[in-house]
């Protein structure tokens, strides 16, 4: 079956480090890649799409993925994380089905920013 | 509007009735996408339309489940005769064609006592 996996359901990461988010997928062919956010009581927000090309992604907001084919992950990265970053990021692939196409979603992980 | 609009933002309702979710997508967005969020999960992908048409609806759970989009624009989820586990976030997406992000809508609240 096709999945997207996020293995963290929260992320603590110190204002001004580095911050990851593990993202791993299982699809036939190649996959289309997306990363979004969620604030509370709101929509999901792009943030940035791996579709084919450079496997490093620059997205919004200072954020990166990189796609590594060979692991089957698109994590997603930032240099120096903000309080403001502090949200629920989901990863999502869109893939083939009943002749047209649908977007799976991992189940989240919540990003705490520690000032 | 600029973005997707989704009313009502909260909706409770009393076990077995009707409910009727509208969902307002960025104009000339051909595509439209319908999911259930539960809490503390991801948006699980219930139906897609390309203009009018519903090209797929594998994924409403039931038949009390239905949906609409009859102008190509603004669209309508119904569930019919609601029970407990109804009880979710629906959010709504439009994009462009092709391989453009999937812009949201802040969803609806649903719940059902």
């Known amino acids: 079956a096709q999945s997207v996996a996020q293995p963290e359901d929260q992320v603590n990461v110190a204002e001004g480090n580095p911050l990851t988010v593990k993202c791993t997928y299982s699809v036939s062919g190649n996959p289309y890649l997306f990363w979004y956010v969620q604030y509370p009581n709101r929509g999901l927000q792009f943030l940035l799409k791996y579709i084919t090309g450079d496997n490093l992604v620059k997205g919004s907001y200072g954020f990166e993925a990189e796609f590594n084919k060979s692991q089957t992950s698109f994590h997603l990265k930032k240099p120096s994380a903000l309080v403001s970053d502090s949200a629920l990021y989901f990863c999502a692939v869109r893939v083939r089905h009943s002749g047209t196409y649908k977007y799976i979603f991992g189940t989240g992980t919540r990003l705490k920013v520690l000032a | 509007g600029a973005g997707v609009s989704q009313s009502p933002r909260y909706k409770v309702a009393k076990r077995g009735q009707d409910v009727a979710l509208r969902c307002d997508p960025i104009s000339g967005h051909v595509s439209l996408f319908w999911y259930q969020q539960a809490l503390g999960q991801g948006p699980e992908f219930l139906t897609y339309?390309?203009?009018?048409?519903?090209?797929?609806k594998s994924g409403l759970p039931s038949d009390r489940f239905f949906a609409e989009r009859p102008e190509g624009s603004v669209s309508t989820l119904k569930i019919q005769r609601t029970q407990q586990e109804d009880s979710a976030v629906y959010l709504c997406?439009?994009?462009?064609?092709?391989?453009?992000?999937?812009?949201f809508g802040d969803g609806t609240r649903l719940s059902i006592l």
């Open positions: 339309f390309q203009n009018e048409a519903q090209l797929d």
């Open positions: 997406a439009s994009s462009l064609e092709g391989n453009q992000p999937q812009h």
